[in-house]
C-alpha cells in the first residue's frame, strides 16, 4: 500500500532561511513511513510487541530537487519500494503542488531481533508475499565512497532528549549533530542537495561522540564515532 498525505510546511520544520530544513526534512521522512508502517500493523512499535524486534535503519539518502517553503501546501507519499531477503527499502517522496518531486528519500533496514541480536528475515516479522511493493519512481544509488582520513571538528554528549524508545539514540538526532557543525551562513549560500546516512553502531545517552570530518570527490564526509567505533557515516552534498 502507498501512504498519500497532503499537508503544510510547519514553522517548527522550517530553517534560518524559512525553507523545511535538512533535519525537518529527516523527521517527515520518519513520521510518514512510520504512519504507512502502522498502517500495515509493521511499525516499530507494533514489531516490538508482536515479534520481539525492532526495526534497525541501514541507510537513509535524501536527495533534494527544491527546497520546500514555510506553509507551502506538499503531498507526501511513503511506500515499500523493495522487500528481499533480510532488507526492505521504503521510499517516501514530496511533492508540490504541481506534482513536481521536491524531496526523494529512500531508507534501507532491516529487523533485529532484541533476544538473539540477530537480523531476522522480513518474512518472518510480517512481510508476506501479499504485501504490496511499488516500483520506484526514481533510481537511487547508495555511496561507495571510503572514509579516510577524517579528523575531528567537534566533541557532544547524548542527551536524554536524544534517544528512542529502544533506548539508542535516535536517527534523527545523529543528523542534527552534523547539522550543527555548519554555520548559518554556509548553509545559506551553498544549500544541501542530497544527503546520505549509514548507520553502523549504536550509542546512547551519556556518551560522548566525536564528529571528525574530511572533503572528497566534492563531498563532505563525515564520520559520529563512540571511541574507536564508528556509529554514523554521513555524506552531503551543497551547491
Known amino acids: 500500500m502507498k501512504l498519500i498525505k497532503e499537508a503544510v510546511v510547519a ?14 526534512t529527516f523527521d517527515l521522512v520518519q513520521d510518514y513511513l512510520t504512519e504507512m508502517m502502522g498502517d500495515l500493523g ?17 541507510r537513509n539518502r535524501v536527495e533534494i ?9 506538499y503531498t507526501a507519499e511513503s511506500f515499500i519500494s523493495s522487500a528481499k531477503g533480510a532488507k526492505m527499502t521504503v521510499d517516501t517522496v514530496l511533492k508540490d503542488e504541481n506534482g ?29 508475499s501479499d504485501t504490496h511493493v511499488e516500483a520506484p519512481e ?22 536524554s532528549g536524544d534517544i528512542d524508545f529502544v533506548q539508542h539514540t535516535n536517527n ?32 546512547h545517552e551519556g556518551d560522548e561522540l566525536s564528529i571528525r570530518k574530511a572533503v572528497q570527490d566534492g563531498k563532505e564526509l563525515f564520520d559520529v564515532c563512540l571511541g574507536d567505533m564508528v556509529a554514523v557515516e554521513c555524506e552531503i552534498e551543497r551547491n
Do not use: P
Not at 514553522?11 to 525537518?24: E, M, Q, R
Not at 511499525?43 to 541501514?58: K, P, Q
Not at 524531496?103 to 518474512?123: F, G, P, W
Open 11 to 24: 514553522a517548527s520544520i522550517c530553517d534560518s532561511n524559512v525553507k523545511l530544513g535538512v533535519k525537518g
Open 42 to 58: 509493521i511499525d516499530g512499535v507494533s514489531l516490538r510487541e508482536r515479534y520481539g524486534c525492532v526495526w534497525i535503519f541501514t
Open 65 to 73: 530537487d527544491r527546497e520546500l517553503t514555510w506553509k507551502e501546501r
Open 100 to 128: 513536481n518531486t521536491c524531496v526523494y528519500s529512500r531508507i534501507e533496514m532491516c529487523a533485529l531481533d532484541l533476544a538473539t541480536q540477530k537480523i531476522r528475515r522480513i518474512r518472518d516479522v510480517g512481510i508476506t
Open 138 to 159: 526514481r533510481e537511487i544509488a547508495f555511496s561507495r565512497l571510503k572514509h579516510e582520513g577524517l579528523e575531528e571538528i567537534e566533541r557532544l554528549i547524548v542527551k
Open 172 to 203: 534523527v538526532s545523529y543528523v542534527r549533530f552534523i547539522m550543527n557543525t555548519y554555520t548559518v551562513k554556509e548553509l545559506r549560500e551553498n544549500r544541501v542537495k542530497a544527503i546520505e546516512v549509514r548507520y553502523a553502531g549504536q550509542t
